[in-house]
């Protein structure tokens, strides 16, 4: 992997005041291209991370990858300077404090503006930096409640179900790091720097994505589809000899050639599945249906004739069959970092390929204030400094 001055975000400094999993998922995003991420923490107490991740969890580890670790007290004077400095020299902040946390640690846009007009302060809540529930307490699972996603997953008739991985958490983390990018790019025009805020509710919902125009637009309630798609059939989980598979074959064009792979071709001039809107109104008999054929066959066999029928499908993983997959390793999505504590570790590598300036996995997490010294240091702090530093228990 090359080295960080070769990948594109190489020149910008971003200070990481985050904790939980959705800030620290958008520092994690701009760690990966490259930029110098500086993660501050508390000199005493937890770790910052999801309740019962351990540093040395997981968890921890995927989250924290690509950064360096420093120890600030922001609530003592001592300690809140030394942010200061840092923030004269820094391109960005993240943090997800609540309002009120926030103005009381200086770590507010107007207190930072102050010291640096160019800082971009990129902030993540649970419902938005104000409003009616702008002090609330934000949690994943609340906003997928609220955001509407867990109306719409489950089987049809069971009640409410939760996805099985933190949705609003990620892909706020996601939203707001493509916000920073573009705060970044704008300033290159304007020379200033902006106050960018995403929420776990917000991006829930705009990942509610068609969905939630099904509402906007059609007035149309979306309910539980359970593992058939809502609107492209026949698109979900089929039975096969050995177990189950995806087969996605909306479109009338699709649907022919699945028939004629699974030798039923008089389902393709069946009038009930003559079009999409007839294949809605009878898609129980039609799954049904082609069932009684999927049945027949284990599911490698399907998934080859079919792929080769030219109808996407695929099978049904379990996570150590997905890192065993010959495609998920040719394309590398177990990056390998050497941790200082833990050993050689596989994370979760970045999923996007640039052919010139590629970013991914390069570094494990950094153990609690590794770069303190060194940071300081570089920051203009003697040694002494930093010794008075942690005495006081700045640092």
């Not at 099985?164 to 892909?171: E, F, K, M, N, R």
């Not at 906007?216 to 589809?225: H, R």
């Not at 599911?299 to 997959?325: H, K, M, R, T």
Request: net charge negative; charged share 20%; hydrophobic share 40%.
């Amino acid at each position: 992997m090359a080295p960080n001055g070769a990948l594109p975000l190489s020149r910008f400094l971003v200070l990481d005041l985050t904790h939980a999993r959705a800030g620290p998922n958008a520092v994690r995003q701009l760690a990966d291209w490259g930029a110098r991420a500086i993660r501050i923490e508390q000199p005493s107490g937890g770790d910052g991370g999801i309740a019962g991740s351990a540093r040395h969890g997981s968890d921890f580890q995927n989250l924290h990858r690509n950064k360096s670790a420093i120890t600030l007290n922001l609530k003592a004077p001592e300690g809140n300077a030394v942010f200061r400095r840092l923030v004269e020299r820094a391109d960005v902040v993240v943090e997800n404090f609540r309002p009120a946390v926030k103005h009381r640690l200086g770590v507010d846009y107007e207190t930072l503006r102050a010291l640096n007009p160019r800082i971009v302060l990129g902030s993540i809540s649970g419902f938005g930096q104000d409003g009616p529930y702008g002090d609330r307490p934000g949690f994943d699972q609340i906003a997928q409640g609220m955001g509407g996603l867990m109306s719409v997953t489950g089987l049809p008739g069971q009640g409410p179900v939760r996805a099985g991985i933190p949705v609003a958490d990620l892909s706020a983390g996601l939203y707001l790091a493509q916000g920073i990018l573009v705060a970044l790019l704008e300033r290159e025009a304007s020379g200033e720097g902006q106050w960018v805020q995403s929420s776990l509710l917000q991006a829930m919902i705009a990942m509610m994505d068609f969905q939630a125009a099904r509402w906007l637009i059609d007035g149309e309630v979306p309910p539980q589809a359970g593992n058939n798609h809502p609107t492209s059939i026949p698109t979900g989980v089929f039975r096969v000899a050995d177990g189950h598979i995806n087969v996605a074959a909306s479109g009338n064009h699709i649907f022919k050639r699945l028939c004629e792979a699974l030798g039923a071709g008089q389902l393709a001039e069946d009038p009930r599945y003559g079009d999409p809107d007839s294949r809605s109104a009878n898609r129980a008999p039609l799954n049904a249906a082609l069932e009684e054929y999927l049945s027949r066959k284990p599911g490698a066999e399907w998934i080859e004739l079919l792929n080769e029928a030219g109808v996407p499908c695929g099978p049904i993983y379990s996570l150590d069959q997905v890192f065993a997959d010959p495609q998920v390793q040719h394309l590398g999505m177990a990056g390998a970092v050497t941790s200082p504590a833990l050993g050689d570790l596989q994370l979760v590598n970045q999923p996007v390929a640039l052919s010139r300036t590629p970013g991914g996995v390069r570094t494990a997490a950094p153990e609690k204030g590794a770069d303190t010294d060194a940071v300081l240091e570089e920051f203009g702090y003697s040694k002494d400094d930093i010794a008075q530093l942690r005495q006081s228990g700045a640092i």
